[in-house]
């Protein structure tokens, strides 16, 4: 399986955009690049998905880097309700045996 | 809120007992998957069910078991449990076989004793 590395934690100052980055240097054509969200005492929350190109929706964007290798997850002015661990996920969709492999995420801190 | 439910929020029970956790998904959604959620471990897939059908298997230990109804809800059997099954399982659902976009339940809190 394919495998993404995140920073363990990260630190935002609330009303400032968040750039959450993760590493995929082993990641195949055919993986699509997820990204989840848990709030404290919460299940997982979808944030956004997207294969190549950048991708917006209304709680987020992903800019995928040209090789694939790489992505961030953009929040554009951080709240106190966007303080979760996010994970950065891949998952080949023509294998759907391999389902969504949740790792250590990154812990966002939004201060007031 | 989801649309996804999970009963019962919380459980407390004792070391050897068996359990059974349930899971109503989406309305409309086919497909559902149980997570385990322990601290050391992170969140674990363990099975996959797509409109009554075994699809996808994960770490699941030989002492949990599950089906999805024709009613496309589903249960998780838990049975001759051990301390270390102490976790929070999750449920999700999503429409197809392998949606991008899963929606999870707020889990069942187990506590064995």
């Not at chain 2, 999805?68 to 051990?82: G, I, K, R, V």
Request: glycine share 8%; charged share 20%.
């Amino acid at each position: 399986d394919a495998k993404t590395t995140q920073p363990n934690s990260m630190e935002s100052n609330e009303e400032e955009p968040v750039h959450l980055p993760c590493n995929h240097s082993t990641i195949s054509g055919t993986d699509y690049i997820h990204w989840y969200r848990q709030l404290p005492s919460q299940g997982p929350e979808y944030v956004i998905h997207g294969l190549t190109s950048n991708v917006n929706n209304r709680m987020a964007s992903l800019a995928i880097a040209e090789d694939r290798k790489s992505s961030t997850l953009i929040l554009h002015r951080a709240t106190l309700r966007d303080a979760a661990v996010y994970y950065c996920i891949l998952r080949d969709v023509r294998n759907y045996g391999q389902n969504f492999v949740f790792g250590p995420g990154t812990r966002l801190s939004v201060l007031p | 809120d989801s649309g996804v439910t999970q009963t019962p929020k919380h459980l407390i029970t004792a070391t050897g007992q068996r359990v059974t956790l349930r899971c109503s998904p989406r309305s409309g959604d086919l497909s559902v998957y149980w997570y385990q959620q322990s601290l050391d471990q992170g969140l674990q897939f363990l099975i996959q069910y797509y409109n009554g059908e075994e699809r996808a298997k994960g770490n699941i230990l030989e002492r949990f078991s599950a089906q999805q109804f024709p009613d496309l809800h589903s249960e998780l059997n838990l049975s001759s449990l051990e301390l270390g099954d102490s976790a929070l399982y999750f449920c999700a659902s999503s429409v197809g076989l392998a949606d991008g976009e899963l929606f999870f339940g707020e889990g069942s809190r187990l506590t064995v004793l």
